[in-house]
């Protein structure tokens, strides 16, 4: 529920000035030692608080609207859940957490839930301030967790749920924690696991969507332990620090995407392919046999045509932003 995310707001801003103390003479700037914790910056670290703060009020609407549809789902189903006894309650914690990974895989899959969730990615530090930079978009967070009402989960007990999840998702993003003991990284998602999913190489693009539990990554294959030096942001990093440009810049490139689209197919395929799909007309197809990959776009990314990559494997998304 918003209280508890409006209660634990004393508690972001002291965690994160012990990890500013704790990293002030870790922490380097882009130019210095690679292998060195990257840090606070003071403009990165603002934009950061902004979109967390600008993010409860849009989250505050949209929570009011998923209320009324999770209680009518709930009024309907012959079943409601006993939250009286503690199975419900452990019930919840993974089927919460399965949401949440099919809800983050999905907006990493498709490019118009992309435009949402790509602020969260747009910072090229890591650390607690980035967790707190979230979208202003969060239209379709609602329909991941509506099967949980009708399995007779009550409406309190599904946003209780998401905050706490929310919560235990902010201990993840600092580099000041290196890897856990085994048993933990085996079982639950970590600092290390999570900067692998913030990550802009290849072997990290889309991976470890995972909220409290890593096993869904490993049960999906969607799994990758952390191992060269990660680098942070979008494949095509923004370079802005105005709070607007960072919540809306992927959804103006989309639409002018979808504006200049040269059919309905194509447009279609811009809405619901991945980050960095381009439609492979025959004057741009590559020869035969390539994998059907289109020649590289005018934002100077590869750009994605079809439905999957060489030998018929699901494409991965491309994780970048189209420039503002």
Known sequence: ???????????????????????????????????????????????SLTMGLGSLGFKAVLK??????????????????????????????????????????????????????????????????TALRQDWSPFTAPVFWLWLALIGFPPWAILLAQSWNLLYQFLLH??????????????FNT????????????????????GIFIIWDRLFGTFEPEGERVRYGLTTNIDTYNPVKVAYHEWYALLRDVRHARSWRDRAGYLFHGPGWAPAHPQEASTPGDGGTAAPDARGMPAVAGDGAAGGAPARAVQAPRSA
């Open 64 to 129: 009011l609207g998923a209320v009324v549809v999770f209680a009518g789902v709930y009024e309907l189903v012959p079943f409601h859940m006993p939250m009286d006894t503690w199975w419900p309650w452990l019930l919840l914690l993974f089927a919460e957490d399965l949401s949440y990974y099919a809800y983050h895989r999905g907006h990493h899959r498709v490019r118009m839930l992309w435009a949402t969730h790509v602020v969260h990615h747009s910072s090229q530090h890591y650390n607690l301030s």
């Open 174 to 187: 600092t580099e000041a924690v290196d890897k856990l003991p085994r048993p933990i990284e085996l079982v």
């Open 1 to 47: 529920m918003d209280d508890l995310i409006l209660a634990a707001i004393p508690f972001f801003l002291l965690f994160m000035v012990l990890e500013v103390v704790a990293l002030r003479h870790a922490a380097h700037e882009h130019a210095e030692d690679p292998s060195r914790p990257v840090g606070y910056a003071a403009k990165d670290t603002a934009t």
């Open 191 to 210: 600092p290390s696991h999570h900067r692998v999913h913030h990550g802009v190489q290849d072997q990290y693009l889309d991976r470890n969507y995972a």
